[in-house]
């Protein structure tokens, strides 16, 4: 799994130490995967699993014992003629209100929660996958000491979801990331540091079987075709140029010298585009099963200048968060 190190202006944990929190989420991820599938294979899974559907059920009937006696109470007031204050919604024990966040110790702890007893070990790993998943927004959210509030769009956001759970470890995301130029904040697009590469990706994606004409880099507009309808959008190779610029004007101010590649990309949609743009990648319906196939199978260690290519996007981004102690 990739590994988000910065998710819009939200505090990121990678601030303070980039050269710890990466290895740390590796044995984090790899002791959670490595305990879970222990107690699967040994049938201690299965055993938590029925103990858990037993105290599900006690609790359950627990509260419909409880929800009889306020019915009983609430018509005996009425009948009475007392006045009845008027309950919007009941909480019982159990509800999930804010959720307190895991500090630095116990996040190497992460307990996936089972629903149902997984009959394969694949299904074991969809389960977890997605389980780290939601885990991993909250962790790449949250300091010890301060936490940010999360979008709920980004837990259904499809291709943040993609490029976590399907690119490596040794990849590193900043996804839209705020990032200070000159006292402005300018919101960036996807950013992804591979071992050997900067990728800058502008996605664009509207309707389902869109096609995205364009004629040249540098035209204000484009034409998106529907069907027989024809739709200007404005021209996704700006806003792709300016992100790019804005990457290597910083590595070039603090000596990074990684290789920025452009990406444009529609997974559900295409690109009618004449000739080629240098170091600009059109990557559409058509090819972008085997695009993400490549990234994935991508064998590199971490690199040296790939955390410094980290550490200087990060010193230059807008974050907004809360003291948790407070």
């Known amino acids: 799994m990739a590994q988000l190190v910065k998710l819009q202006d939200y505090i990121s944990r990678y601030q303070i130490d980039m050269n710890r929190y990466p290895a740390q989420f590796v044995r984090m991820k790899k002791s959670g995967w490595e305990r879970i599938k222990s107690e699967w294979e040994s049938g201690e899974l299965v055993q938590k699993w029925e103990h858990m559907n037993d105290s599900v059920s006690e609790e359950v009937e627990m509260k419909k014992q409880r929800f009889s006696l306020i019915k009983k109470l609430f018509k005996r007031n009425?009948?009475?003629?007392?006045?009845?204050?008027?309950?919007?919604?009941?909480?019982?024990?159990?509800?999930?209100?804010?959720?307190?966040?895991?500090?630095?110790?116990?996040?190497?702890?992460?307990?996936?929660?089972?629903?149902?007893?997984?009959?394969s070990i694949d299904e074991l790993k969809k389960i977890f996958i997605d389980q780290f998943f939601h885990f991993q927004i909250k962790w790449a959210s949250s300091t010890l000491r301060e936490k940010s509030f999360v979008n709920s769009k980004f837990i259904g956001d499809s291709f943040l979801r993609t490029v976590l759970q399907t690119l490596p470890d040794n990849y590193l995301v900043l996804y839209y990331?705020?990032?200070?130029?000159?006292?402005?904040?300018?919101?960036?697009?996807?950013?992804?540091?591979?071992?050997?590469?900067?990728?800058?990706?502008?996605?664009?994606?509207?309707?389902?079987?869109?096609?995205?004409?364009?004629?040249?880099?540098?035209?204000?507009?484009?034409?998106?075709?529907?069907?027989?309808?024809?739709?200007?959008?404005?021209?996704?190779?700006?806003?792709?140029?300016?992100?790019?610029?804005?990457?290597?004007?910083?590595f070039t101010q603090n000596n990074v010298t990684m290789p920025i590649r452009k990406i444009l990309l529609s997974r559900n949609g295409y690109f009618d585009y004449p000739g080629t743009i240098y170091n600009l990648q059109f990557i559409d319906k058509r090819n972008y099963e085997n695009w993400i196939d490549e990234l994935k199978h991508l064998a590199s260690p971490m690199k040296h200048m790939q955390i410094q290519a980290a550490k200087t996007l990060l010193s230059n981004v807008e974050t907004t968060s809360y003291n948790r102690m407070l």
């Open 78 to 119: 009425q009948q009475n003629g007392e006045a009845v204050e008027q309950v919007d919604e009941i909480q019982t024990e159990g509800t999930l209100g804010e959720e307190s966040l895991p500090d630095d110790e116990t996040t190497l702890l992460f307990e996936p929660n089972i629903v149902y007893n997984p009959q």
């Open 177 to 250: 990331p705020i990032v200070k130029l000159k006292k402005a904040p300018i919101e960036l697009d996807v950013v992804i540091l591979t071992p050997l590469e900067c990728l800058c990706i502008t996605i664009v994606e509207r309707e389902n079987y869109a096609v995205y004409t364009g004629s040249s880099e540098r035209e204000h507009f484009w034409v998106k075709k529907v069907g027989e309808s024809d739709t200007k959008i404005l021209n996704p190779i700006i806003q792709l140029n300016r992100m790019e610029t804005i990457v290597s004007q910083l």
